[in-house]
């Protein structure tokens, strides 16, 4: 990748010495049909002529008038009532541990270039950083180039994922992982998940109470599931990061279901009657208590949407990073759930993780946000607590209550007159 002014990889703009996690301790990726690539207009959000960001509390009421909504859409009673019925619901069947097949390393061969692979892709081992910790990535145009190709096809390979007819009751997450390993291979892209620090698969499956870092396994998808696929690529020397969540088999089976506009039009939210897919809401359940699961999930989602949303939206040239905290905590509040602390987002580039890493709660984090930053926003919501503990497989993380969660995130950059989403159809 090309540099300007003749520094490795581009120009680098160099913060204040500041606190930073060490990475074992906030891994927030792993270790988190056809579309096109050209541009689409609706991924640029201009920061507003007075270059202000909306306060937290203008925030907060936008997001309780989406809840309102959305509970007297659904008759839902108060939180107070279903909350506690769904987490027992959860403690009563903890996701537990299935049998997983061997890690199906991509070995080196004639058919590969020596630069398809990360670092770490025969070892599993980090190689040094690119750049010193407390050194933030200003992006050249040739590198924002690379990086708008590399965030699109790993959104590509997330609607791979996402589809209903994948991500469908019966499916294992394996399986899953096989069709995204192998769509990654087809577009000549490594999957970045793949033996980084030796994740044994090609994409993070997060199944209900999981909040991050679920490796797949032989489980089948069951019915009401909420599953959160974070999925990522290597192309072209730098990696695309995005993640999203669905509700298993939460479709009307007599719509057709045509996955067109995924997130089109940002004023279908709140997502009453379809979900960011644009796929109709199924509208026939066994039970009430099954309707009950289905509706009380659909509220999380939409809040967890509505999370990264607004994070996005608080990104403008001339801010400061703990915007983007105080925009998601205040969803969170508005809904009545939580959000986690202990992983972030981050700065990406050859590196699959690096500064900035980006809070989502409200926070003191006093950085400024320039032009050529490129960052993810990737909030994880929870229905209980943000507490959470970790398997003994080192990955997998949960949530203590057993309360369900729920992720999406986008790659963005900040531009000289706001900020523009990279993972986009």
């Known amino acids: 990748m090309a540099a300007s002014c003749a520094l490795p990889l581009a120009s680098l703009a160099r913060q204040p010495s500041k606190r930073m996690v060490p990475w074992r301790s906030q891994r927030e990726s792993p270790p988190q049909s056809t579309f096109s690539l050209s541009s689409r207009t609706k991924s640029s959000i201009p920061s507003p002529s007075n270059h202000e960001t909306d306060s937290p509390s203008d925030i907060y009421d936008r997001a309780h008038a989406n809840a309102t909504s959305f509970d007297i859409h659904y008759n839902l009673p108060s939180s107070t009532s279903w909350k506690p019925r769904q987490m027992a619901f959860t403690q009563s069947n903890f996701l537990k541990p299935y049998p997983r097949s061997p890690p199906n390393l991509i070995r080196p061969s004639p058919n590969y270039h020596p630069n398809f692979f990360p670092s770490y892709a025969h070892n599993g081992r980090l ?10 990535l200003i992006h050249d145009a040739e590198s924002i180039s690379n990086m708008r190709n590399a965030a699109r096809l790993a959104r590509k390979l997330l609607d791979v994922a996402c589809s209903s007819s994948v991500s469908a009751v019966g499916t294992t997450t394996e399986q899953i992982d096989d069709l995204v390993r192998d769509a990654a291979l087809a577009n000549n892209a490594y999957p970045s998940p793949l033996n980084y620090m030796g994740f044994p698969k090609s994409v993070c499956s997060s199944i209900n109470e999981v909040v991050c870092h679920g490796i797949p396994d032989t489980r089948p998808l069951e019915l009401g599931d909420v599953v959160s696929f974070d999925v990522s690529c290597f192309i072209g020397g730098v990696h695309g990061d995005n993640c999203a969540t669905v509700i298993v088999g939460d479709y009307d089976d007599n719509n057709e279901n045509v996955i067109q506009n995924m997130e089109d039009d940002s004023s279908s939210s709140p997502y009453l009657d379809k979900d960011w897919r ?23 989602v939409q809040a967890a949407i509505e999370s990264r949303d607004e994070g996005v939206k608080a990104c403008k040239p001339g801010g400061c990073l703990s915007d ?57 919501i929870t229905e209980g607590t943000a507490e959470c503990h970790e398997w003994d497989d080192d990955w997998t993380v949960l949530t203590k209550d057993g309360g369900r969660a729920a992720q999406f995130e986008h790659t963005v950059l900040i531009t000289e007159t706001g900020v523009e989403v990279l993972t986009v159809p």
């Open 127 to 136: 190689g040094p950083p690119s750049l010193p910790h407390d050194t933030i």
């Open 278 to 300: 644009c796929i109709r809401y199924k509208t026939q359940f066994g039970s009430d208590a099954e309707e009950e699961r289905f509706v009380t999930a659909r509220r999380l």
């Open 324 to 380: 983007v905290g105080a925009a998601i905590h205040a969803v969170a509040d508005a809904y009545g759930y939580d959000t986690v602390r202990h992983y972030r987002g981050h700065g990406i580039s050859s590196d699959f993780h690096c500064a900035p890493f980006v809070k989502h709660f409200r926070n003191e984090e006093k950085m400024q946000l320039l032009p050529g930053m490129i960052f993810t926003i990737e909030p994880m």
